[in-house]
């Protein structure tokens, strides 16, 4: 009988010893040498007839070699049954010995699934970012709605602020000479509204259509970013369109001309916009919080996981991103997975392990409650139990916001207030 013996390498790696006794490895070398036996053509013999001991003679280093491959294959199945090692990728053969009893010893090296061993997930201290939406930030969004319905038409007379320009523009060197590779066609400027620079902008005031006007940008010795400390950029910038743009006020009529019924005055639109820029903020801070809550917590929680289960999930999420659209091709679903998935795949596996010390789980009968709360139609609440798929990923949501709460309760969380203005 086999003996086992088995070394814990990492968190997520064994090292398996299986000694296979020399009476045990003989008679699978005699097996191997029947199986050679049948399909040998000997001068003399008729296929399969030649003496065993000449076969084994004349066939011994094919017959060695056939025994050993298939000793290694006995000893990791019945080594890794034994010792209950549930395997994860392709075993390496590190070593295959006889001892000095004639008996084969192997070693392999063995990815498993990964032994969490639980140091803090407790008592941690984690910041959450909360947006406070001001009514500057509100008005802002407004007036970039005004701006996308402004009417915009064109005139012959020289630039003027607020007006909308189209620009090539070619930078230059301080001799004044073009720079190969910065030229830039039909460049759009908003004079006097710094989206581009107000500098620069503000300099354009006066040009007419077709003129090409020299401006310059000087930035300061103690300018932030060292490359542009103290010099000058030129550009000669060829006006291609003047536009005069007319914002549109903000009236009762303009918020029912946007189209929607529920929006009457200007007190619903700014509701409106408030409601939506607090519901896109707090998505935002709760994936950020759920971020930082992830690298805190497998920080404290340190372990390793085979490479095998990181393929594994990038294959899965490639192959899903695909079936949801056929245009995207398998390899660049690949690169957009590949480089969180070690992050995803420890975390999944780190909350497993933080469930199973808190006895966390998701019953039945929070599944039926969750679907009695959030479908009313009985008929489709059955059809969905009856699919397990359906209820298997319920349960997995469930799981998440459970153990996402569990981790909240028993953590400090400090929120970070940022003003949005």
Not at 61 to 68: K, Q, S, V
Not at 196 to 205: H, N
Not at 287 to 314: C, H, K, S
Not at 405 to 418: H, S
Request: charged letters at 40%; a negative charge.
């Amino acid at each position: 009988m086999l003996k086992t013996e088995v070394k814990k390498l990492s968190s997520s790696k064994k090292e398996l010893k299986v000694t296979i006794p020399k009476d045990e490895y003989e008679t699978i070398r005699d097996q191997q040498a029947q199986h050679i036996r049948k399909e040998a053509q000997i001068p003399g013999f008729r296929k399969g007839k030649a003496p065993l001991g000449m076969v084994k003679k004349r066939f011994g280093g094919l017959i060695e070699g056939y025994a050993m491959e298939k000793a290694a294959e006995v000893g990791l199945y019945e080594g890794t049954a034994k010792e209950g090692i549930e395997i994860l990728g392709t075993p390496e053969a590190k070593e295959m010995n006889f001892d000095d009893d004639g008996n084969l010893v192997l070693t392999f090296h063995i990815d498993t699934l990964p032994e969490i061993e639980l140091t803090k997930y407790k008592g941690l201290e984690i910041m959450r970012d909360k947006y406070v939406i001001t009514d500057k930030f509100v008005d802002q969004k407004i007036d970039e709605l005004r701006r996308e319905r402004a009417e915009v038409t064109p005139v012959d007379g020289p630039v003027q602020e607020g007006f909308r320009v189209t620009v090539d523009m070619q930078e230059l060197d301080e001799s004044g000479a073009p720079i190969v590779g910065r030229k830039y066609e039909d460049v759009t400027i908003e004079i006097g509204e710094g989206h581009f620079d107000k500098e620069i902008e503000m300099q354009l005031i006066g040009a007419k259509k077709g003129e090409t006007r020299r401006v310059e940008k000087v930035y300061p010795d103690d300018f932030p970013q060292e490359d542009y400390a103290g010099k000058k950029e030129l550009f000669d910038m060829t006006i291609k369109e003047i536009m005069e743009v007319k914002i549109p006020e903000l009236t009762d009529e303009f918020v029912q001309d946007l189209g929607d019924e529920s929006l009457k005055t200007v007190d619903d639109l700014k509701k409106r916009i408030r409601e939506n820029l607090e519901h896109q903020y707090a998505n935002e801070s709760k994936q950020r919080f759920e971020e930082d809550m992830i690298q805190t917590f497998l920080a404290e929680n340190p372990f390793e996981i085979p490479q095998a289960l990181i393929d594994n999930y990038v294959d899965v999420m490639a192959r899903n991103a695909v079936q949801r659209n056929p245009q995207v091709k398998m390899e660049e679903a690949r690169r957009v997975y590949e480089p969180n998935a070690e992050t995803m795949v420890k975390w999944y596996y780190l909350t497993k392990r933080i469930a199973e010390v808190e006895n966390i789980e998701v019953s039945d009968e929070d599944v039926e409650k969750f679907l009695s709360e959030h479908v009313k139609d009985e008929e489709k609440r059955k059809e969905m139990l009856k699919d397990k798929a359906s209820v298997e990923h319920i349960k997995e949501d469930l799981f998440y916001e459970k153990i996402v709460k569990f981790l909240e309760e028993n953590n400090e969380i400090k929120e970070n207030e940022i003003e949005l203005d």
